[in-house]
């Protein structure tokens, strides 16, 4: 669902995750979970397959019991009371849509993504990448290059964040207004928002997505994006890409791809 008068979505290209095959695995085993809507690409140093998926089962069911609980969390579009009772994975959620000025559920993938690799952490295992449907927590020791996709804007797949290495764990998480089926009210191809957290990168770029089309054009749109985003001070950057303009806020270094 978007906005009316928005650009159209490209679901299909999106379920079929065409972007995975670009992933450079830099010697980790690729392996694939799916429960329900939930579609993780996980790369490890070995086949984390079983483990990956008994814990993303696990949160996901948190999440559904939760909302069986308390209806208003999978519906709502601004954010709700804390819940000390709740799940931490719940508690994250209200927290980064708190911080982000958006429904809990904007944060679902991200969390996902980071309760996952957690878990995989604690479990031992030490390189690990976990990208759900765009939204990626990552734990590398060494320095690494993102893709942005962004749709089917000119610069997507031509343009990478560049990271440092980052043990303690990175979370960078996408939203966009014409790829994909999350919700968003705006207009951009893709905003990419670099956080410590994952929720609080998801959360993020759905606020910062929905800035994007409001009013004016792409270059008003970005404007105002970069400007919402100076004011979230978890997070430490954000690339707009809409069209063909982008514009970037924050610790974030772009390289150019082949």
């Not at 969390?111 to 957690?118: C, F, M, T, W």
């Not at 928002?193 to 910062?208: S, Y």
Request: proline letters at 4%; aromatic letters at 4%.
């Amino acid at each position: 669902m978007v906005k009316s008068g928005s650009r159209k979505k490209s679901p299909a290209s999106y379920r079929q995750r065409t972007y995975r095959a670009l992933a450079a695995s830099e010697g980790l085993i690729s392996s694939q979970v799916k429960f329900k809507e939930t579609d993780l690409h996980v790369l490890a140093v070995c086949d984390v397959t079983r483990e990956a998926g008994d814990l993303a089962t696990g949160y996901r069911l948190q999440v559904e019991r939760y909302i069986e609980k308390y209806p208003v969390f999978a519906t709502s579009l601004v954010p709700l009371d804390d819940d000390h009772l709740a799940p931490p994975i719940v508690a994250d959620m209200l927290r980064a849509s708190r911080h982000a000025g958006v429904g809990p559920m904007a944060a679902v993938a991200g969390s996902i993504a980071q309760y996952v690799g957690r878990g995989l952490v604690d479990a031992g295992h030490r390189e690990i990448i976990v990208e759900n449907g765009g939204d990626i927590f990552l734990q590398r020791s060494m320095a690494l290059t993102v893709s942005v996709y962004a749709g089917q804007s000119p610069l997507s797949h031509k343009l990478g964040l560049q990271l440092k290495p980052a043990p303690e764990g990175l979370g960078i998480c996408t939203s966009s207004g014409t790829v994909g089926h999350s919700l968003s009210f705006g207009l951009a191809d893709s905003v990419t928002v670099v956080a410590d957290c994952a929720a609080i990168a998801d959360a993020a770029a759905t606020r910062l997505g929905n800035e994007v089309g409001r009013e004016g054009g792409a270059e008003e749109g970005i404007a105002r994006a970069l400007k919402v985003a100076k004011t979230l001070q978890l997070i430490r950057g954000v690339l707009v890409v809409c069209g063909e303009t982008l514009g970037a806020a924050g610790d974030i270094e772009l390289v150019p791809l082949d």
